[in-house]
C-alpha cells in the first residue's frame, strides 16, 4: 500500500471519501461512479473526461480505480501541496516587522524589491544588436 508519508488518521479519511465514490461498495471507481459523484458535485464531465480520469490513475489499466491506486494518488497530490513550514516562511518574507500581518507597506516593499530584481534581470538577458 502506498501509504508511507500519510498517518493513520489521513488513511481513514481517503477510506472514507474512497467509499463515497465507490457506490456500489465492490471495491473499485469506475467512470460510471465518478461521474455521478462529480454530477452531484455540480461538474458535467463527459465520458471521455471521466475516462481520461480514471485513466490518469488506473495503474494496473483494468479501467477501474482501486483504494491503492486511489490511495497513491492521494498521497501524491498531499506531497505535492507545500508544507506549512514553507507557507509561514514564505510569509516572513512579507511581513517584515514579525506582526503577523503583511500591510500595505510591507507588501509594496516587496514588490518595488521583486521589481528592482525583475529589472535587472531583465536588463542582463536583453540581446544586444
Avoid: W, Y
Avoid at 473526461?49 to 477501474?64: A, F, R
Avoid at 500591510?103 to 534581470?121: I, P, Q, T
Amino acid at each position: 500500500m502506498a501509504s508511507d508519508q500519510l498517518s493513520e488518521e489521513q488513511v481513514n479519511e481517503f477510506k472514507e471519501a474512497f467509499s463515497l465514490f465507490d457506490k456500489d461498495g465492490d471495491g473499485t471507481i469506475t467512470t460510471l461512479e465518478l461521474g455521478t459523484v462529480m454530477r452531484s458535485l455540480g461538474q458535467n464531465p463527459t465520458d471521455a473526461e471521466l475516462q481520461d480520469m480514471i485513466n490518469e490513475v488506473d495503474v494496473d489499466g483494468n479501467g477501474t480505480i482501486d483504494f491503492n491506486e486511489f490511495l497513491a494518488m492521494m498521497e501524491k497530490k498531499f506531497k505535492d501541496t507545500d508544507s506549512e513550514e514553507e507557507i509561514r516562511q514564505a510569509f516572513q518574507v512579507f511581513d517584515k516587522d514579525g506582526n503577523g500581518t503583511i500591510s500595505a507597506k510591507e507588501l509594496k516593499a516587496v514588490m518595488e524589491s521583486l521589481g528592482a530584481l525583475l529589472d535587472r534581470l531583465d536588463g542582463s538577458i536583453s540581446c544586444h544588436p
